[in-house]
């Protein structure tokens, strides 16, 4: 079974902070990517990796950065946090597009963020 | 601007009856589709894929792709209580940097009553 883990489940950080979220998987999935997920806005994908130091911006990349120094290891950090990026933070990986179509995406459980 | 509709629901049927979910995609060469099942407050589990027009079975579920229509549905048959969950729908882009990305719907919540 393909297991991705989160480094917290909840988070409770204060406005300003820098803020590090990480995502391990174990199946030597060469894709991965992080996504929020807000009510009635759906899964928005905010950066994604193809490979070992290779990201890509997704659709909402303002306000975060990441890090993938190793193939299981993708890093989401919040440079600065703030109340508008409280949210449902998830991580998912994927094998590569070169492996076939018919893979889709597994998801780590979520790392629930409040900033105050 | 590429686009996955579903009904945001809530679809309510009784326990034992057939749920059906569906789903409409604008990108004519979307070439794999996904259903996930994600229950509140969980994340999302991958439950059904598929590439070729026509039906798909795994157990209870029945995944249905017509790609002249652009359209894909989930068939849950045999619905219980513990199917009640949100249901979102995914499209694999096709071309340039995006490939492997999904494009996710909003989802449908289902709730199937005892």
């Known amino acids: 079974d393909v297991k991705v883990t989160q480094s917290s489940r909840y988070l409770v950080k204060r406005t300003g902070e820098k803020v590090f979220l990480e995502c391990v998987q174990d199946m030597d999935h060469e894709n991965m990517f992080w996504y929020r997920q807000d009510p009635g806005l759906g899964l928005r994908l905010i950066y994604f990796?193809?490979?070992?130091?290779?990201?890509e911006k997704g659709d909402i990349p303002e306000g975060y950065s990441v890090s993938r120094e190793k193939k299981e290891r993708f890093s989401l950090i919040l440079e600065s946090a703030s109340t508008n990026q409280t949210s449902m933070y998830l991580c998912?990986?994927?094998?590569?597009?070169?492996?076939?179509?018919?893979?889709?995406?597994?998801f780590g459980p979520g790392t629930r963020l409040t900033v105050l | 601007q590429k686009e996955v509709e579903q009904n945001s629901g809530p679809l309510s049927v009784p326990e034992g009856a057939i749920a059906s979910l569906n789903c409409t995609y604008s990108?004519?060469?979307?070439?794999?589709f996904f259903w996930y099942r994600q229950y509140s407050g969980k994340s999302p589990e991958l439950i059904m894929s598929?590439?070729?027009?026509g039906d798909k079975e795994d157990g209870r579920f029945t995944a249905q792709l017509n790609k002249a229509s652009q359209y894909v549905s989930l068939l849950i048959r045999d619905s219980q209580p513990s199917d009640s969950a949100t249901y979102l729908c995914?499209?694999?882009?096709?071309?340039?940097?995006?490939?492997?990305?999904?494009?996710f719907g909003k989802g449908t919540k289902l709730s199937v009553k005892p």
């Open positions: 998912a990986s994927s094998l590569s597009i070169l492996a076939g179509g018919l893979f889709g995406q597994y």
């Open positions: 598929i590439y070729s027009n």
């Open positions: 990796s193809y490979d070992v130091k290779m990201k």
């Open positions: 995914a499209v694999k882009e096709n071309y340039g940097g995006s490939q492997g990305n999904l494009i």
């Open positions: 990108d004519r060469v979307s070439q794999s």
